[in-house]
């Protein structure tokens, strides 16, 4: 981990032989009528038609019996009865059998600069053609067929008689060869029939790539037989960190998959045309396998299956050729399972500080004339990489492999930013997109004071939608090798199937557009209509998803030096508010445009969709007072990566939350140093600013804030300093620093506060940069 299923259907069994069948068709009572198209990922070229197809007890499936047309065939033929109980006939095709009233899948004029994934659909009134020159492309093309249904197509026993599609042509291709979704069951896991939904899901979506994180500190979960010590040992720990504290709950955790378990999901995923590609963690994130087999450490330990999140200073002994025999040991199991032609191994987050002081680590950096020890992780990675070679396979790790040199034929996925994939296409390496900023979906989707707990951060559906995987700074050639985005699913916090669910969705779909369709088709506008259709599917399908997009967001404008709410949605709906502490019903006021407020004020507001609540309701403090909407003059700029509402954020009237994205702005690694302009010379009694705690978070409290008031903004008065205690241990804590003063008339306020730049030697990350975060300034 990396700080900072739909329902299962079955599919008709055919003969080889089988050419011709017939099934009773029964009638029901009932109809629905399709809308507008509303498929997701939106597929690269659309054209619509006037008219319907209807789909009903007279209607048959054609195929040509190639490519995975019949296994199509009873997949769509199998939905139908499910949902309406009609069962379709499914016949051999070939050009001169009559078509009315057909479904027919088809290599015959398929396009082939479609690609091995592409597919199109062509639908008049009479008949439907999908095409394709692979299973792949059938499959994909039989997910966007589906999605022109109705929604309640996913429903079983939805009681219709009749489907109706509407008249349209359809030309569709991937913009990505890798399309991918993680799931880490290191910390939690969860059972095979949840794993296979989590890859319906998937497939629904045309994600490709399945990402199975197998292996953690916190616990082994794959069977590996030449190494049983594993799973008997490794597989277990004593109990699980409660929430964020450094308490656990003594409650032991434990589980496992069989060789044949894993093997029954590669298989079914292999029949959703999605890869398992598993993931082995080494050098770090081993202490699972430490604990098992101590002999594989740089010291004697003693060793136990961590309990706590974070990251261990003990890693496997790169200097010790038994453990890279251990490796290759389990490789080769692993190998046998997974037929995937990457293989994970992890790479990330390997302190240094074990190696440092191990004899055996310093005797091969001596022995093979390496630098340091970087360039021992690199040759701990590129004999691994050597031997998945020689086994013709190719090795993917996170972004930390690029240090020290990058193996030949690695991959690289680029986690803690975009320059990782950058560095590996300029270098001509392939690298797979998954930046914590735009693919950590264990963050925060919605405000984290009414969200259940997650990792941290604030990553919103918008926000996923708005990530290019392509940089700007690449040239066509090199963004050859960025071939794919995956979105990330950590779960120290996510217990259950139904919290994944809501962690990965529908902020997943999100991704899987970025993934499948051409960048200049996307539109945020576009997209969040077509999700009210998916939502009813994913409603149907019982997808305990987020509606967190369905939220009100809260923020100012500045008017003439004045502070105005404005309130929005990410979905379309009407917002109703009160700015009286009062929840918002029905009948409270509907907001039309941005509105002052007088007095400081406790806004709350919801989102309504045909007259229903359709999110929950948010609330948020809004203070007024002397400085609100005065221009604010940044002297030691802030960070990009947490703004705030920008240069205005300090006066911007919206008090911090507990999520650093909401109201705080941050400072990283740097002093923080601004100006208030009061616009004309103002009698105050009082000068108040919030700073946050949270070390596990790597934020700080200043060591010192200094107040000063100026007249003219030259000349300055410094006041008597607020410290803080920055640096000792603690859990998350807001304070105030504060200055009182007699009636003194002033026009300019500045504040100064120091950081302490870097983490303290308590600190796992010792001397990285810290952050400071601050909001709101209050004068009175």
Same mark, same amino acid.
């Given at each position: 981990?990396h700080?900072?299923?739909?329902i299962?259907?079955?599919?008709m069994k055919?003969?080889v032989?089988?050419?011709i069948?017939t099934?009773?068709i029964?009638?029901f009572?009932?109809?629905?009528?399709a809308?507008?198209?509303?498929?997701?990922?939106?597929?690269?070229?659309?054209?619509?038609?006037?008219g319907?197809f209807?789909?009903q007890?007279s209607?048959?499936?054609?195929?040509?019996?190639?490519?995975?047309?019949?296994?199509m065939a009873?997949?769509?033929?199998?939905?139908i009865?499910?949902?309406?109980g009609?069962?379709?006939?499914?016949r051999?095709?070939n050009a001169?059998?009559?078509?009315?009233?057909?479904?027919?899948?088809?290599?015959?004029?398929?396009d082939?600069?479609?690609?091995?994934e592409?597919y199109?659909?062509?639908?008049?009134e009479?008949?439907?053609f999908v095409?394709?020159?692979?299973a792949a492309?059938?499959?994909?093309?039989l997910?966007?067929?589906?999605q022109?249904?109705p929604?309640?197509?996913?429903?079983?026993?939805?009681?219709?008689?009749?489907f109706?599609i509407?008249v349209?042509?359809i030309?569709?291709?991937p913009?990505f060869g890798?399309?991918g979704m993680?799931?880490?069951?290191?910390?939690?896991?969860?059972p095979?029939?949840f794993?296979?939904?989590?890859i319906?899901?998937?497939?629904?979506y045309?994600?490709?790539?399945f990402?199975?994180?197998l292996t953690?500190?916190?616990g082994?979960?794959?069977?590996?037989?030449k190494y049983?010590?594993l799973?008997?040992?490794?597989?277990?720990?004593?109990g699980t960190?409660?929430?964020?504290?450094?308490e656990?709950?003594s409650i032991?955790?434990?589980g496992?998959?069989?060789q044949? %378990?894993?093997?029954e999901?590669?298989?079914?995923?292999?029949s959703?045309?999605?890869?398992?590609i598993?993931?082995?963690?080494?050098?770090?994130h081993s202490?699972?396998?430490l604990?098992?087999?101590p002999?594989?450490a740089?010291?004697?330990?003693?060793?136990?299956v961590?309990?706590h999140?974070?990251?261990?200073?003990?890693?496997c002994?790169a200097?010790?050729?038994?453990?890279f025999?251990?490796?290759q040991?389990?490789?080769?199991?692993?190998?046998d399972i997974?037929p995937?032609?990457?293989?994970?191994?992890?790479?990330d987050?390997a302190?240094?500080?074990?190696?440092?002081?191990?004899?055996?680590?310093?005797?091969?950096?001596?022995?093979?004339?390496l630098?340091?020890?970087?360039?021992l992780?690199?040759?701990?990675i590129?004999r691994?990489?050597k031997?998945?070679?020689?086994?013709?396979?190719r090795?993917?790790?996170?972004?930390?492999?690029?240090e020290?040199?990058?193996p030949?034929?690695?991959?690289?996925m680029?986690w803690?930013?975009?320059?990782?994939?950058?560095?590996a296409?300029?270098?001509g390496?392939?690298?797979?997109?998954?930046?914590?900023?735009?693919?950590?979906?264990?963050?925060?989707?919605?405000?984290?004071?009414?969200?259940p707990e997650?990792?941290g951060g604030?990553?919103?559906?918008?926000?996923v939608?708005?990530?290019?995987?392509?940089?700007?700074?690449?040239?066509p050639e090199?963004?050859?090798?960025i071939?794919?985005v995956q979105?990330?699913?950590?779960?120290?916090?996510?217990?259950?199937?139904?919290y994944?669910?809501?962690?990965?969705?529908?902020?997943?779909i999100?991704?899987?557009e970025?993934?499948?369709?051409?960048?200049?088709?996307r539109?945020?506008?576009?997209?969040?209509?077509r999700?009210?259709?998916q939502f009813?599917?994913?409603?149907?399908?019982?997808?305990?998803y987020?509606?967190?997009?369905?939220?009100?967001?809260f923020t100012?404008?500045?008017d003439?030096?004045?502070?105005?709410?404005v309130l929005?949605?990410?979905?379309?709906?009407?917002?109703?508010?009160t700015t009286?502490?009062?929840?918002?019903?029905?009948?409270?006021k509907?907001?039309?445009?941005?509105f002052e407020?007088?007095?400081?004020?406790?806004?709350?507001?919801v989102?309504f969709?045909?007259g229903?609540?359709?999110?929950?309701i948010? %609330?948020?403090?809004?203070?007024?007072?002397k400085?609100?909407g005065?221009?604010?003059?940044?002297?030691k700029?802030?960070s990009?990566?947490y703004p705030?509402t920008?240069?205005?954020?300090?006066t911007d009237?919206?008090t911090?939350?507990?999520?650093?994205k909401t109201?705080?702005?941050?400072?990283?690694?740097?002093?923080?140093?601004?100006t208030v302009?009061?616009?004309?010379?103002t009698?105050?009694?009082s000068i108040?600013?919030?700073?946050?705690?949270?070390?596990?978070d790597w934020?700080?409290?200043p060591?010192?804030v200094?107040f000063?008031?100026?007249?003219?903004?030259?000349?300055?008065k410094?006041?008597?300093p607020?410290k803080?205690?920055?640096?000792?241990?603690?859990?998350?804590?807001?304070?105030t620093?504060?200055?009182?003063?007699?009636?003194?008339?002033i026009?300019?306020?500045k504040v100064?506060a120091?950081?302490p730049k870097v983490l303290p030697?308590w600190?796992?990350y010792?001397?990285?940069?810290?952050?400071?975060?601050?909001?709101?300034?209050v004068?009175e």
């Open positions: 981990m700080f900072v299923k739909p299962k259907t079955t599919t055919f003969s032989r089988l050419l069948f099934i009773i029964l009638a009572n009932g109809n629905l009528t809308g507008s198209i509303n498929i997701v990922p939106v597929p690269m070229q659309v054209i619509e038609g006037k319907i209807t789909i007890s209607t048959i499936i054609l195929i040509d019996e190639t490519n995975g047309t019949m296994e009873g997949l769509l033929s199998d939905k009865r499910l949902s309406s009609l069962s379709i006939e499914i051999s095709y001169a059998f009559p078509k009315n009233n057909a479904i027919v899948f088809t290599t015959l004029g398929a082939v600069s479609l690609g091995k592409g199109t659909i062509d639908i008049s009479t008949q439907v095409k394709s020159t692979t492309g059938f499959f994909y093309g997910q966007s067929l589906l022109l249904l929604a309640d197509i996913e429903k079983t026993q939805s009681g219709l008689k009749s109706s509407p349209v042509n030309r569709d291709k913009r890798y399309r993680h799931l880490d069951v290191g910390r939690h896991m969860f095979v029939e794993i296979k939904k989590y319906d899901l998937m497939a629904m045309k994600i490709n790539t990402h199975w994180h953690e500190d916190q082994w979960r794959i069977e590996i037989k049983p010590k799973t008997q040992i490794g597989s277990i720990r004593k960190q409660i929430s964020k504290t450094d656990i709950d032991p955790y434990s496992f998959y069989t044949a %378990q894993a093997s999901i590669v298989a079914y995923a292999a959703k045309y999605i890869t398992v598993p993931e082995i963690e080494m050098p770090g202490v699972a396998a604990t098992a087999y002999s594989l740089c010291t004697s330990g003693p060793f136990e961590r309990t999140w974070g990251v261990a200073d003990d890693i002994c200097g010790n050729d038994s453990v025999t251990f490796y040991d389990v490789l080769t199991e692993i190998m997974f995937s032609m990457y293989i994970h191994i992890g790479g987050e302190p240094k500080v074990r190696w440092k002081n191990c004899p055996k680590c310093q005797t091969r950096i001596k022995t093979e004339g630098k340091d020890e970087d360039e992780q690199s040759y701990f590129r691994i990489e031997f998945l070679v020689s086994k013709n396979r090795l993917i790790g996170w972004d930390e492999i690029l020290g040199g990058l030949p034929e690695a991959t690289v680029a803690r930013g975009i320059q990782a994939g950058i560095d296409a300029t270098q390496h392939d690298a797979i997109m998954t930046p914590v900023d735009y693919c950590y979906f264990d963050y925060y989707q919605g405000d984290p004071a009414t969200e997650a990792a604030y990553l919103t559906l918008k926000t939608y708005s990530y290019n995987p392509l940089p700007p700074v690449l040239t090199q963004t050859t090798h071939i794919g979105g990330n699913v950590w779960t120290e916090f996510i217990k259950t199937p139904e994944v669910e809501y962690m990965a969705f529908p902020r997943a999100a991704l899987a970025i993934a499948w369709s051409q960048q200049h088709l539109n945020w506008d576009d997209f969040i209509t999700m009210d259709n009813q599917r994913l409603d149907n399908l019982g997808v305990k987020s509606k967190g997009s369905s939220t009100v967001d100012t404008q500045r003439k030096n004045r502070n105005f709410v929005s949605s990410e979905t379309k709906g009407e917002i109703r508010y009286d502490s009062s929840d918002p019903v029905s009948s409270s509907l907001y039309t445009e941005p407020l007088t007095k400081s004020a406790v806004v709350k507001a989102l969709r045909k229903k609540i359709a999110g929950t948010k %609330q948020r403090e809004i203070t007024v007072n400085a609100s005065k221009p604010v003059t940044i002297i700029p802030y990009f990566k705030g920008g240069e205005q954020a300090m009237g919206l911090g939350t507990n999520s650093y109201g705080w702005q941050g400072y990283e690694g740097t002093d923080m140093e601004f302009d009061l616009l004309q010379p009698k105050i009694i108040k600013l919030n700073f946050v705690k949270n070390p596990e934020v700080l409290f060591t010192e200094v000063s008031t100026s007249m003219d903004g030259k000349n300055w410094d006041h008597t607020t803080f205690d920055a640096l000792s241990p603690s859990e998350q804590e807001v304070k620093a504060a200055i009182n003063i007699s009636e003194l008339d026009r300019y306020i100064s120091n950081s030697e600190h796992e010792r001397g990285q940069p810290c952050w400071i975060f601050a909001d709101e300034l004068v």
